[in-house]
Nanobody
Framework: QVQLQESGPGLVKPSQTLSLTCTVSGELLTANVAYWSWVRQPPGKGLEWMGA???????YYSPSLKSRTSISRDTSKNRFTLHLRSVTPEDTAVYYC????????????????????WGQGAQVTVSS
């Protein structure tokens, strides 16, 4: 059973960098064809795909967030990390990490049926 767990600060000040880590258990990030994504849901809005890092280390970003987003991984600790720079209150959301075995997720990360495992989500509030 694959499990994902998000961790990071729950409160970030405007203009700072939001950093979250997803620790994966039950499967190595590099073991199988899989795409490890970050998804967020602002209050009252739908899910938004932010980007993904693939089993082979390839990284993909949502065009709308690409200029502010970085995704990386630490294979020794089997976890991957999101950095979102220059945050504003509009970045307040529940942030999820999720796994997809389907390569189509890098072209359309918002096809939610492609994901088979999700973290429980981490609330991040951007406020001074």
């Amino acid at each position: 059973q694959v499990q994902l767990q998000e961790s990071g600060p729950g409160l970030v000040k405007p203009s700072q960098t939001l950093s979250l880590t997803c620790t994966v258990s039950g499967e190595l990030l590099t073991a199988n064809v899989a795409y490890w994504s970050w998804v967020r849901q602002p209050p009252g809005k739908g899910l938004e795909w932010m980007g993904a890092i693939a089993y082979d280390g390839s990284i993909y970003y949502s065009p709308s967030l690409k200029s502010r987003t970085s995704i990386s991984r630490d294979t020794s600790k089997n976890r991957f990390t999101l950095h979102l720079r220059s945050v504003t209150p509009e970045d307040t959301a529940v942030y999820y990490c999720a796994r997809s075995p389907d390569a189509r997720v890098v072209a359309d990360g918002s096809s939610w049926s492609q994901y088979d495992y999700w973290g429980q989500g981490a609330q991040v509030t951007v406020s001074s």
